[in-house]
């Protein structure tokens, strides 16, 4: 009998609260925001700015100014930052959970509710995101991947042997430039954001996962309506994809990274991370299939001996 898992998005009326983010999004997304942060500083680094403006004179930072050491930094952040963008798109895009996605009229919507908090009217009733949040999301995202592709082109330009034309590292540097630009800007946007105290219960969601009912009910009354219809609901078949998804973008990740250097030795590795991401689209894993003819149990036996034993 197939078994529904609210693990986003549910009430629980007893406490009061509202399950916002599961503990899978709210590792996502600190994993990007600490290794983007770590990125911007590295980044900065391997220019001769701390060492111009003495920020490497101060107590303890003296390796700032270390060219070497920041590239090895930027490079083990890189690494952090892409898989965690790219686990942020394969597992949102199987979820479906496309509420942050920008909507026809977020611009107008977000002037409207700027002037209504000026003001101090009432704010129109607003979805599980605001339509400021779902622009700054289109925002970060597009930065995001204009970062990690010329990021790699930029790896691979490092490389010994590797010979790229003037104009491609010109134009993809500047690329690259403009991203961090970009991605700077709209993190300082996003954190300004919250100075709102109306915003506060959002930023706290973010370690805690939940937000007050209350709360909800009152400012995001449309998103509480569509749990309350039971619109927000996923079945334990999901939850297989997401095991298969993280794994097979973890692989991936590191045969992307490491390719570079030694193609050879990932084309094992590649092959598994290809065979784990399409297994959670089409259900079918001929690895698995393999593994289970030799004796193995299959994977979801596992996955499902926790929930089973709630």
């Known amino acids: 009998m ?13 406490e009061g609260i509202v399950v916002r983010h599961s503990f899978l999004v709210m590792i996502q997304h600190w994993l990007v925001a600490l290794s983007g942060l770590v990125l911007l500083f590295s980044g900065f680094g391997q220019l001769p700015v701390y060492k111009r403006y003495m920020l490497s004179e101060l107590p303890g930072l003296g390796w700032a100014s270390d060219f070497i ?9 890189a690494a952090v930052f892409t898989f965690a963008g790219i686990f942020h798109l394969v597992y949102h895009y199987i979820e479906g959970g496309r509420s942050i996605m920008p909507l026809k009229g977020d611009v107008r919507e977000s002037i409207h509710i700027i002037k209504a908090m000026v003001r101090g009217e009432k704010e129109p009733p607003h979805g599980k995101f605001l339509a400021e949040q ?3 999301y289109a925002l970060i995202g597009f930065s995001i991947v204009l970062l990690i592709v010329t990021g790699m082109f930029k790896f691979a330009d490092n490389l010994p042997g590797v010979t790229v034309p003037y104009w491609a590292v010109f134009w993809n540097t500047t690329l690259h430039n403009i991203g961090t630009v970009i991605f700077l800007l709209a993190f300082l946007a996003h954190i300004g954001a919250f100075i709102v105290k109306a915003n506060w219960p959002l930023f706290s969601s973010m370690f805690t996962g939940k937000v007050n009912l209350d709360y909800a009910s009152e400012r995001h009354p449309l998103w509480v309506d569509e749990i309350r219809r039971g619109r927000a609901t996923r079945n334990r078949m999901m939850a297989e994809c997401v095991v298969r998804l993280f794994a097979g973008t973890m692989v991936g990740t590191g045969v ?25 689209f089409t259900r079918w894993c001929p690895l698995e299939n393999m593994l289970v003819k030799m004796g193995y149990p299959r994977g979801k036996d596992f996955v499902w001996k926790y929930y089973d034993q709630k």
């Open 2 to 14: 197939k078994r529904e898992i609210h693990e986003t998005d549910m009430i629980h009326e007893s």
């Open 69 to 77: 050491l920041q590239f090895k930094i930027h490079m083990a952040a």
């Open 134 to 136: 779902r622009l700054a």
């Open 256 to 280: 992307i990274m490491g390719a570079l250097l030694h193609p050879g030795w990932y084309l094992l590795p590649a092959l598994i991370a290809a065979n784990l991401i399409q297994s959670a």
